[in-house]
């Protein structure tokens, strides 16, 4: 009869932890965030570090979580320290006043076939916006993986220098409004 009760007991407490929420913290050394601006003669590329994060998940959904990028860590691929004090300065991101960008993620579609869609809202230099991002997910030995490229409108985020978007006769000096986020996101099981 006690094993009978014993096996029943943990039986339940199994159905339980299958729809229980479970609490994952990014990998902020092995996190790769990269960045890609273009231009009408041309494209930057660089690195973006991730300060903090974390996510929860439940039923192979994402349910909630929080990432905290550093702006100030912002670097160009060839080391060019002018571009990366400008994109550093009030012109762009202005990393003194605003150090951290960060995104809530509210909900995401279930990851049942590797792919889903999260919703949350991305804050940059102190405004915030809705976002959608599409993502893979890759369960291996060291963690769960998230892949994805990210695709920012940054005059939504009021960072206007040379868009064409709000200035005339930039010609060849036209910074392109949309940049783009390639990420690779590791998170471990608390």
């Known amino acids: 009869m006690k094993k009978s009760l014993l096996l029943l007991s943990l039986g339940g407490l199994f159905i339980l932890n299958a729809g229980a929420q479970q609490k994952y913290t990014a990998d902020v050394e092995k996190t790769l965030l990269s960045w890609t601006g273009e231009k009408v003669t041309g494209q930057h590329t660089g690195t973006i570090k991730l300060k903090s994060g974390w996510l929860n998940l439940k039923d192979n959904n994402i349910v909630g979580g929080e990432f905290n990028i550093d702006m100030a860590s912002l670097k160009d691929s060839e080391a060019n320290e002018h571009l990366e004090g400008h994109l550093k ?15 809530v993620i509210k909900e995401s579609t279930a990851f049942d076939k590797g792919t ?14 809705p976002i959608e991002i599409k ?3 890759q369960k291996k030995d060291d963690g769960l993986w998230f892949y994805s490229n990210i695709v920012i409108d940054r005059t939504k985020y ?10 005339d006769n930039l010609g060849d000096k036209t910074i392109y409004d949309e940049f783009r986020i390639k990420l690779s996101l590791l998170v471990k099981q608390n």
């Not at 300065?89 to 995104?103: R, Y």
């Open 89 to 103: 300065s009030a012109d762009f991101f202005d990393a003194v006043k605003f150090p951290v960008a960060t995104l």
């Open 135 to 137: 993502a893979t997910l």
């Open 158 to 167: 009021n960072i206007k220098y040379g868009s064409g978007s709000f200035f």
């Open 116 to 129: 889903g869609v999260v919703k949350g809202l991305l804050t940059i230099k102190g405004v915030t916006n």
